[in-house]
């Protein structure tokens, strides 16, 4: 598991699953952002089962839902747009700005996506 996240941090938040485990290069690239912040980094979403998914109003095919997704919370004294800038200089595949609930979504798809929500 990811050096600076738990288990508990990283399962669906309905049923404690990590469904087939967490994508490592979303656990790499989640340690990256919290070393590059350099403070705690609080994620409010990574694996997803199909049901909480779908609960949320999550896409069918969601990155969640494969455990290569994390909806990561904007640190004091950061903003979405410095945040997701750090993800895309790490590497993530996919980003996703979420400016009125202060979150950055970042995910290893395999390529690229951006947009904002």
Known sequence: ???????????????????????????????????????????????????????VGGVPNSQHVQGCAADVLVPDGWTVDELADLAEELGADGIGRYYDDQFVHVDTRGYAARWEG
């Open 1 to 55: 598991m990811a050096k600076y996240f738990s288990v508990e941090e990283m399962a669906c938040r309905c049923c404690g699953s990590l469904g087939d485990g967490i994508d490592v290069r979303l656990q790499n690239l989640l340690d990256d952002i919290r070393e590059r912040v350099g403070a705690p980094v609080n994620v409010s979403c990574v694996y997803r089962c199909p049901e909480h998914n779908a609960e």
